[in-house]
């Protein structure tokens, strides 16, 4: 692979994983919460980083749900599964899997170009979605591979520029199938995939929040920045209640296979999860910045990333669009709507 420069998220990130960070506990098989206590833990220390480990635990998760596979030691690995209208990866049948059937991962080729690959510079493996008969399906890639380069655009903003975000070129790249055509989002756990990404946001609300709390504990911190940060933790622990009781119902559901009801029960919880800390971080950011003025955004640089990161990370969530997803599903699976 050929790629531009790594971003120091990159480098921290793979650190991390090297380390064991981002060895953690499946969803769904009894300690979810741990998982997301950890990735909001390490996205407060650095947004960027945390964001590419969890991909990578992520992916981990992915195979291991659905083929029941996991991350070799000394690999980090991506999922870039974005899929806008162009540019567009198309996946073929190589010589050696011409002929098998759909669910054999007999050999594909990729060619085409990905937009949004966070770790581009820095991941060895990635998760790739690429069009098979005009429709997604998953694969698996080496990055190391000749035929993979890494191209020096796609991210303007310094909001999350640690992550290294930027488009990616396949030429004839070598790829295996990852399930069948829909095994990656037909599953509770794509949508339990969604809720660890939240936690990430969280960790990101926690950090744009810390020169608050440290400006509150001073003798002199009048009532109205105690009043702020008293709204900062109704939104942030707001969040991680909403976290607690998603882990809850999810480790209760277990990863036994599901109904139709099951996939949008799942998907009804992790669209409100992420809406609800969505709406804690934005509104952290609010607060934090009415309560200090400009002078942490002027002069502490650690805290104008965070501002940064966290403006742009919380705009995965799909604003209205979601919510309205919510307001159809709403009285099958609301529970307070039932009835």
Do not use: N
């Amino acid at each position: 692979m050929t790629s531009p420069d790594r971003p120091r998220g990159a480098d921290l990130a793979r650190e991390w994983v090297q380390e064991g960070r981002a060895d953690l506990p499946l969803p769904g098989h009894g300690d979810t919460r741990a998982r997301w206590s950890e990735l909001t833990a390490i996205c407060a220390h650095d947004v960027s980083a945390g964001r590419l480990v969890e991909a990578h635990a992520d992916a981990d998760a992915i195979l291991a749900e659905i083929e029941g596979t996991r991350v070799s030691p000394g690999e980090f690995w991506g999922v870039w599964a974005a899929e806008p209208p162009t540019p567009r990866v198309t996946a073929r049948r190589s010589e050696r899997g011409a002929g098998r059937s759909d669910g054999d991962d007999g050999g594909w080729v990729l060619d085409g170009v990905k937009a949004w690959c966070s770790g581009a510079a820095g991941c060895t493996h990635a998760l790739i979605t690429a069009h098979d008969d005009d429709e997604p399906r998953l694969f698996a890639v080496d990055l190391r591979h000749p035929g993979v380069s890494v191209r020096a655009d796609g991210w303007a903003h310094p909001g999350m520029a640690g992550t290294g975000t930027t488009a990616v070129e396949f030429r004839d790249v070598p790829a295996r199938a990852v399930g069948h055509r829909r095994s990656y989002l037909d599953r509770p756990g794509f949508w339990h995939g969604g809720i660890g990404v939240a936690a990430c946001w969280l960790g990101a609300g926690i950090a744009v929040a810390r020169p608050l709390v440290a400006r509150s504990s001073r003798p002199d911190t009048d009532e109205h920045a105690l009043a702020h940060l008293g709204a900062v933790d109704v939104s942030l622990g707001g969040a991680v209640w909403a976290l607690d009781a998603a882990a809850r119902e999810i480790d209760a559901a277990g990863p036994a296979a599901v109904t139709e009801s099951d996939l949008v029960a799942a998907r009804h919880r992790a669209v409100r999860v992420r809406a609800i800390v969505e709406a804690a971080v934005d509104d952290t950011i609010r607060r934090v910045g009415r309560a200090l003025g400009a002078g942490p955004l002027a002069m502490d640089p650690r805290h104008a990333q965070a501002v940064l990161d966290a403006s742009v990370y919380i705009r995965q969530f799909h604003a209205e669009r979601d919510l309205a997803g919510l307001g159809r599903t709403a009285r099958t699976h609301g529970g307070w709507a039932r009835g």
